[in-house]
């Protein structure tokens, strides 16, 4: 369906994404991933949604305010445990909450300010990469039973990655790393001979 994942409009250009599926095993030795490659599949998001998402990377004023204001009632609730209840334990989880208040908001002003400055110093192309598969990924599923649901944007780079740096930045297992760079080896040499016959037949 060509249209924009997020306003159903007018699509841009699609993004082609490798969906990976782990199911996740708990048995006596621990926890197992059992992972599988799952469909490739096309998605579109349009222009204007991906130029909102961008405006509120640079103007981060509203979510700075509403995160300090959620904050601000989780350490007030946390003073005001520590400070009203007697019980030792109730002091201490007061005080923990106040703790955790602090340092949630610090971790995301951080994160909203490194969001901020990589928009400002990206290239308008990488920008609309960045963006478009960030808002194709979280409106896709995540979830099929109880399988996860994971997509890795089939980019050249893969070609040349290497299985432990696929894994780490993906989570995959090395056989389904190796199964993702082929199958992204065989899409482009595939797309660059098909541009070659398309070359041909103009010539
Ligand atoms: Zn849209």
């Known amino acids: 369906m060509e249209k924009c994942l997020v306003c159903k ?12 599926r782990t199911l996740h095993i708990r048995d006596l030795g621990g926890e197992k991933k059992v992972q599988a490659v799952g469909n490739v599949i096309e998605e579109w998001v349009c222009g204007s949604c991906i130029q909102k998402e961008m405006d509120h990377a640079l103007n981060p ?27 030792r334990v109730l002091r201490i989880f007061g005080a923990a909450a106040v703790l955790c208040a602090v340092l949630c ?15 400002i110093d990206n290239s308008p192309e990488e920008n609309n990469t960045f963006y478009s598969l960030e808002l ?6 995540r979830k099929n039973g109880e399988e996860d649901l994971t997509y890795i944007p089939m980019e050249r780079s893969l070609v040349s990655a290497s299985l432990g740096d696929m894994g780490v930045e993906y989570g995959l297992i090395p056989e389904i790393a190796r199964q993702v760079r082929d199958i992204t080896a065989k899409h482009f040499a595939l797309s660059s001979s098909a541009g070659d016959m398309e070359t041909g037949k103009i010539l």
Do not use: C, Q
């Open 136 to 141: 194709i990924r979280r409106n896709l599923p």
């Open 105 to 119: 908001l610090y971790s995301d002003l951080t994160k909203i300010s490194k969001r901020r400055k990589s928009t």
């Open 9 to 20: 409009k007018n699509p841009g250009p699609p993004k082609t994404l490798i969906t990976i």
């Open 61 to 87: 004023g509203k979510i700075i305010w509403k995160k300090t204001m959620l904050y601000a009632v989780l350490a007030a609730a946390g003073i005001a445990i520590a400070v009203f209840f007697h019980e």
